[in-house]
């Protein structure tokens, strides 16, 4: 079966780093996104790994390792403004994304 | 303004009942999705296209219907067979150049209720 894990909730302090991980498990991989939603809003592209390493975008950064199926999503300089849900997901053989179930953020003053 | 739009923002379905969600985009992108997010969880994938008169079953497809009859519609129908249809329903499309391809642009999102 196809499956990507992250942790169901994390929660941080105003102005702290926080790292939310992705591991997964899919037939083929072409590609590791991050995505942000905000209740009742709709997602919102963040980010695209395509090649292990480091992507960089601002105070937000993507990190790939292939070999071990796994990623995470870095947010610096965390505002109260980055609480939201957020959203691996993996292109895997055919041409359509699989999401994780998502990670509930809350960043407390 | 580029962009993917949703209508309604909130439909009501009585039982037994056909409804149909509007998703229309004019970002000329060929792929677009349909997706179901019930509350505190991920999206699942009920039908998706590729390209115009062309489209296949995504995960929970049984219950919804699609056309594709032009590439910047994609209306998704909730049909009676569908049993729980309550949920917030997300249309996406994908394309673009280099860099861009793997990006899905989402639409605002129809959130359908029973009545």
């Known amino acids: 079966g196809q499956s990507l894990e992250q942790p169901s909730e994390v929660t941080a302090v105003e102005g702290a780093i926080v790292q939310i991980n992705c591991t997964y498990q899919?037939?083929?991989?072409?590609?590791l996104s991050w995505y942000q939603q905000h209740d009742g809003g709709a997602p919102t592209f963040l980010s695209y790994n395509a090649l292990d390493g480091l992507e960089e975008t601002g105070r937000f950064s993507s990190f790939l390792s292939r070999s071990d199926s796994y990623g995470y999503l870095l947010l610096q300089e965390l505002q109260m403004k980055d609480s939201a849900s957020y959203f691996c997901?993996?292109?895997?053989?055919?041409?359509?994304?699989?999401f994780g179930s998502g990670t509930r953020l809350l960043v407390r003053p | 303004d580029g962009g993917i739009t949703q209508s309604p923002k909130y439909l009501f379905r009585k039982e037994g009942q056909n409804v149909t969600l509007s998703c229309e985009q004019n970002l000329n992108h060929d792929a677009m999705y349909w997706y179901r997010q019930d509350p505190g969880q991920g999206l699942r994938l009920i039908y998706y296209?590729?390209?115009?008169?062309?489209?296949q079953k995504g995960d929970i497809a049984e219950g919804y219907s699609v056309s594709r009859e032009k590439k910047e519609s994609f209306p998704l129908t909730v049909t009676s067979a569908q049993k729980n249809p309550t949920a917030f329903y997300l249309c996406?499309?994908?394309?673009?150049?280099?860099?861009?391809?793997?990006?899905?642009?989402f639409g605002p999102g129809t959130r359908l209720l029973v009545l």
């Open positions: 899919t037939s083929g991989f072409y590609g």
């Open positions: 296209s590729q390209i115009v008169n062309d489209f």
């Open positions: 996406a499309s994908q394309g673009g150049g280099a860099g861009k391809q793997e990006t899905q642009y």
């Open positions: 997901a993996v292109r895997d053989s055919s041409y359509k994304l699989i």
